[in-house]
């Protein structure tokens, strides 16, 4: 059994910046490939970075060139710095893991992006 546990969610006014970090728990993830998802209200959850054992990282066009994602395996962590935040970035945020013969999902932390 996997947990995952979300921090970091706020309020920041737009142009502001926030780190999340995900905890895991129960097995080691350095093996794994990681990811942050973010759902919006009214909409779908979509997937905004993830990084892979080796370190190699994907980013939604959305957020390229404001967010990066990276890992502790050391601290069984990973993270999201998210900087030039905007409106629509107001989301849920989720961590993820598809590993182990199954899905594991954070509860989640709130970041709305707000003036």
């Known amino acids: 059994q996997v947990q995952l546990v979300e921090s970091g969610g706020g309020l920041v006014q737009p142009g502001g910046s926030l780190r999340l970090s995900c905890l895991a728990s129960?097995?080691?993830?350095?093996?794994?490939?990681m990811n942050w998802y973010r759902q919006a209200p009214g909409k779908q959850r979509e997937l905004v970075a993830h990084?892979?054992?080796?370190?190699?990282?994907t980013y939604a066009d959305s957020v390229k060139g404001r967010f990066t994602i990276s890992r502790d395996n050391a601290k069984n962590t990973v993270y999201l710095q998210m900087n030039s935040l905007k409106p629509e970035d107001t989301a849920v945020y989720y961590c993820?893991?598809?590993?182990?013969?199954?899905?594991?999902w954070g509860q989640g932390t709130q970041v709305t992006v707000s003036s």
């Open positions: 993820h893991v598809n590993s182990w013969g199954s899905d594991y």
């Open positions: 129960g097995r080691s993830i350095s093996i794994a490939v």
């Open positions: 990084i892979t054992s080796s370190g190699s990282t």
